[in-house]
């Protein structure tokens, strides 16, 4: 389909998955469902695979089919796309997702993980090369930073710091991807997506981070600021630049807790008792831990 008509084609077959994209409605809809077995329902409407049998062998299958889904999807986009190359942008979070996975499990010396199967490189060639400690087979920047990223681990046992090392290479992909497009203008477009994605990881971790300190640490404030340069020096360390990220204390930023005021109002009591992060820390505060 030359020309005007692959594009009319393209433009109808995206405006189609558009309807399926999980708007806010839809998520506050998933949000407010009492279990997670009365999502399933919602997500069935919303024109995704029904769920069918009980279990985890269900649940399972169940993922396994949203993730063939997804993968459709971007073979579909593939199809028409004049440089389908491009969507591996999407399947390259699969891959460094495979490899955090892996991490944690190697620190937690757990082995009960499941890995995805929808990335650029074989979720069993990945675990193999972690396994193996041999990472020939990986692409070069996966490669650098799968050691690095085992050499802390093994030194440190701080897996979050281990897996900061794995971002920076994924984000390192994505740009030198960028690259390879054939417009100026879309490499423009695209090198804006990627830096928007990594401000937005960059920021999501700090406030993570001193979040966890204040709520386990809020009974000695003293602790917080002496670790104020240490995780600094850490992410700086990890290859974090001051130039591109902006590195911040969130307590310093007064309008963040205002926000947060704010949003804390919008949120009843029986959604937060509902989110995973909070029961767990309820169920830590029962044990004393």
């Known amino acids: 389909m030359p020309g005007s008509e692959q594009y009319a084609y393209a433009v109808g077959r995206i405006r189609a998955m558009e309807n399926r994209l999980f708007g806010k409605s839809l998520v506050e809809r998933l949000i407010d469902a009492s279990?997670?077995?009365?999502c399933l329902p919602i997500l069935t409407d919303a024109g995704y695979p029904p769920f069918e049998g009980a279990g985890v062998p269900a649940v399972r299958a169940y993922v396994n089919r949203l993730e063939a889904y997804e993968e459709n999807v971007i073979a579909e986009l593939k199809s028409f796309a004049p440089e389908p190359e491009?969507?591996?942008?999407?399947?390259?979070?699969?891959?460094?997702?495979?490899?955090?996975l892996?991490?944690?499990?190697?620190n937690n010396h757990d082995g009960t993980f499941r890995?995805?199967?929808?990335?650029?490189?074989?979720?069993?060639?990945?675990?193999?090369?972690?396994?193996d400690g041999n990472y020939d087979s990986l692409p070069a920047n996966m490669k650098k930073a799968a050691k690095e990223a085992i050499e802390l681990?093994?030194?440190?046992?701080?897996?979050?710091?281990?897996?900061?090392?794995?971002?920076k290479a994924y984000f390192e992909d994505c740009y030198e991807l960028c690259n390879k497009a054939g417009r100026r203008e879309t490499r423009k477009f695209l090198k804006g997506f990627v830096r928007m994605q990594a401000d937005l990881?960059?920021?999501t971790t700090m406030l993570r981070i001193r979040q966890r300190a204040l709520t386990d640490n809020a009974d000695n404030p003293d602790k917080i600021r002496?670790?104020?340069i240490e995780v600094a020096l850490d992410y700086l360390s990890c290859g974090l630049d001051p130039e591109k990220s902006t590195l911040f204390i969130q307590s310093q930023v007064p309008q963040l807790t205002e926000l947060s005021f704010y949003y804390m109002n919008l949120v009843t009591l029986a959604r937060l008792e509902?989110?995973?992060?909070?029961?767990e820390e309820l169920k830590q505060k029962i044990r004393g831990e």
């Open 35 to 38: 279990t997670p077995s009365a």
């Open 86 to 100: 491009l969507f591996n942008l999407f399947s390259l979070k699969t891959d460094y997702f495979n490899a955090k």
């Open 102 to 106: 892996i991490i944690k499990s190697l």
């Open 115 to 131: 890995l995805s199967e929808y990335g650029t490189i074989s979720s069993k060639e990945i675990k193999r090369a972690f396994m």
């Open 153 to 167: 681990l093994a030194t440190t046992s701080k897996a979050q710091l281990a897996e900061l090392i794995l971002d």
């Open 201 to 203: 990881a960059n920021i």
């Open 226 to 228: 002496e670790n104020i």
């Open 274 to 279: 509902r989110n995973p992060t909070v029961k």
